[in-house]
């Protein structure tokens, strides 16, 4: 009898299916001859069915931050990927462009922590998961498998989902939006207008004000910069360790937060978001692209394009 996943409830009820993310003005052709055949189904993300189109979306983010902005709400955006799949299955695989946990040991020891940021998220944040048909397939026994011990396909969504589901967590039209909608929101003029004005805390390893300056300017946006150091390593693990003197650091007049922390961004966004009432989204790649240091993340990302007239 085929195992049902949590992904198998999700679609059944018809809550959930998988469609292309297109969103107005995105250009993601020249990210996709770059990768070429490792792009493949990474358009088609999971949407709700009362989200009709990436637009929509990108929309519903905007609604969300801006409505918290003004009410003074908590409100963590959290983004999860192979790093975090991996993290979550308790593998050392999630160790790939920044180190993310010391070892095996470490991980399980931070997992408690994790799941309690996890359950936050479920009643006032947002998910946004990387689930794509390419990374949703059941491993299947390769035919020497007996040899190589590996089994053939793609499943780190899957399991995460069912990560989920184990804690009791569940995603919603509420608390789900898609992976590349934090890039599309975070890189539009949308967001930096949003932000004119406002002070916008950095939570990052690296900053270069006039970077920033520069990339909010092209809308005529203005934020009041505050760049709060952190470490570029196993924030993962080491967050506890850290967390007060951090959160001490962070302004109290602060009204909305970048946080660039890895695998850790989850609890760090958690635990701004709550002390300070305010926005705090997992901005990952974009800070590198805010700070001119695009290459950090080993080039371009879908969904952070524009096209050029």
Same mark, same amino acid.
């Given at each position: 009898?085929?195992?049902?996943?949590?992904?198998?409830?999700?679609?059944?009820?018809?809550?959930?299916?998988?469609?292309?993310?297109?969103?107005?003005?995105?250009?993601?052709?020249?990210?996709?001859?770059?990768?070429?055949?490792?792009?493949?189904?990474?358009?088609?993300?999971?949407?709700?069915?009362?989200?009709?189109?990436?637009?929509?979306?990108?929309?519903?983010?905007?609604?969300?931050?801006?409505?918290?902005? /003004?009410?003074?709400?908590?409100?963590?955006?959290?983004?999860?990927?192979? !790093?975090?799949?991996?993290?979550?299955?308790?593998?050392?695989?999630?160790?790939?462009?920044?180190?993310?946990?010391?070892?095996?040991?470490?991980?399980?020891?931070?997992?408690?922590?994790?799941?309690?940021?996890?359950?936050?998220?479920?009643?006032?944040?947002?998910?946004?998961?990387?689930?794509?048909? !390419?990374?949703?397939?059941?491993?299947?026994?390769?035919?020497?498998?007996?040899?190589?011990?590996?089994?053939?396909?793609?499943?780190?969504?899957?399991?995460?989902?069912?990560?989920?589901?184990?804690?009791?967590?569940?995603?919603?039209?509420?608390?789900?939006?898609?992976?590349?909608?934090?890039?599309?929101?975070?890189?539009?003029?949308?967001?930096?207008?949003?932000?004119?004005?406002?002070?916008?805390?950095?939570?990052?390893?690296?900053?270069?004000?006039?970077?920033? /300056?520069?990339?909010?300017?092209?809308?005529?946006?203005?934020?009041?910069?505050?760049?709060?150091?952190?470490?570029?390593?196993?924030?993962?693990?080491?967050?506890?360790?850290?967390?007060?003197?951090?959160?001490?650091?962070?302004?109290?007049?602060?009204?909305?937060?970048?946080?660039?922390?890895?695998?850790?961004?989850?609890?760090?966004?958690?635990?701004?978001?709550?002390?300070?009432?305010?926005?705090?989204?997992?901005? !990952?790649?974009?800070?590198?692209?805010?700070?001119?240091?695009?290459?950090?993340?080993?080039?371009?990302?879908?969904?952070?394009?524009?096209?050029?007239?």
């Amino acid at each position: 009898m085929a195992k049902t996943y949590y992904l198998d409830y999700l679609q059944k009820s018809e809550e959930f299916s998988f469609k292309q993310l297109i969103v107005k003005d995105i250009d993601n052709e020249p990210v996709k001859k770059y990768h070429r055949s490792k792009m493949k189904d990474v358009e088609y993300c999971l949407f709700h069915r009362e989200a009709l189109s990436g637009d929509v979306y990108l929309k519903i983010l905007n609604d969300y931050i801006s409505a918290n902005l /003004k009410s003074k709400t908590a409100a963590p955006v959290v983004r999860f990927a192979d !790093g975090e799949y991996a993290f979550y299955a308790e593998s050392l695989q999630c160790n790939g462009l920044y180190q993310q946990a010391e070892s095996v040991e470490a991980i399980r020891k931070a997992m408690q922590s994790h799941v309690k940021a996890l359950k936050q998220l479920e009643i006032n944040g947002r998910y946004a998961p990387l689930i794509y048909p !390419g990374n949703v397939r059941p491993k299947k026994k390769h035919l020497f498998s007996f040899l190589f011990k590996k089994k053939e396909g793609d499943d780190s969504a899957l399991m995460f989902l069912e990560f989920l589901r184990k804690h009791k967590i569940n995603l919603t039209r509420e608390n789900y939006l898609p992976f590349f909608v934090v890039y599309a929101y975070l890189t539009s003029e949308i967001f930096s207008k949003l932000v004119d004005g406002k002070k916008l805390c950095v939570v990052a390893s690296e900053f270069n004000i006039e970077a920033f /300056k520069g990339w909010f300017n092209r809308f005529s946006s203005r934020p009041e910069f505050v760049f709060v150091e952190i470490p570029d390593r196993y924030m993962a693990t080491q967050w506890g360790r850290i967390k007060e003197n951090v959160l001490e650091e962070v302004p109290p007049d602060t009204d909305l937060c970048l946080i660039g922390a890895g695998i850790g961004a989850l609890l760090v966004c958690v635990d701004v978001a709550n002390e300070y009432k305010i926005p705090a989204i997992d901005a !990952g790649h974009v800070l590198n692209m805010m700070n001119g240091r695009e290459d950090k993340s080993g080039g371009a990302r879908l969904y952070t394009i524009r096209e050029t007239s």
